[in-house]
């Protein structure tokens, strides 16, 4: 089974900086594709980040810059860089993977392109 779990969120005053990991097990992370995506309280789930298999990264535009995502294919993880946070980034922020042979093209920032699920890790910045 394929499982992802979160951690590195907490709380942050504006200006501050979080890194978030996500430690993936079941699904070899040099062969899938990563990405992070968040939900604030009422809104809909948004994609953050993605890297696809061949280290292709993409941003939803008013993150980039401020926010990077990488991974360690040693140790099978994605990470989060979230620098000047700002309290419109509070969010449950999720870790989500899919098959690297699956097609990204046009969804890459899309929840209905993924197939596996963290639970979540809170980021409340005040």
């Known amino acids: 089974d394929v499982q992802l779990v979160e951690s590195g969120g907490g709380s942050v005053q504006t200006g501050g900086s979080l890194t978030l990991s996500c430690a993936v097990s079941g699904l070899t992370g040099s062969s899938a594709s990563l990405a992070w995506f968040r939900q604030a309280p009422g809104r809909e789930r948004e994609g953050v980040a993605v890297m696809e298999r061949d280290g292709v990264t993409s941003y939803v535009n008013p993150l980039q810059g401020r926010f990077t995502i990488s991974k360690d294919n040693v140790i099978n993880t994605p990470y989060l860089q979230m620098n000047s946070l700002k309290p419109e980034d509070t969010a449950m922020y999720y870790c989500?993977?899919?098959?690297?042979?699956?097609?990204?093209?046009?969804?890459?920032?899309?929840?209905?392109?993924?197939?596996?699920w963290g639970q979540g890790t809170q980021v409340t910045v005040s």
């Open positions: 989500a993977a899919v098959e690297g042979y699956y097609s990204l093209v046009n969804r890459r920032l899309s929840r209905d392109a993924y197939h596996y």
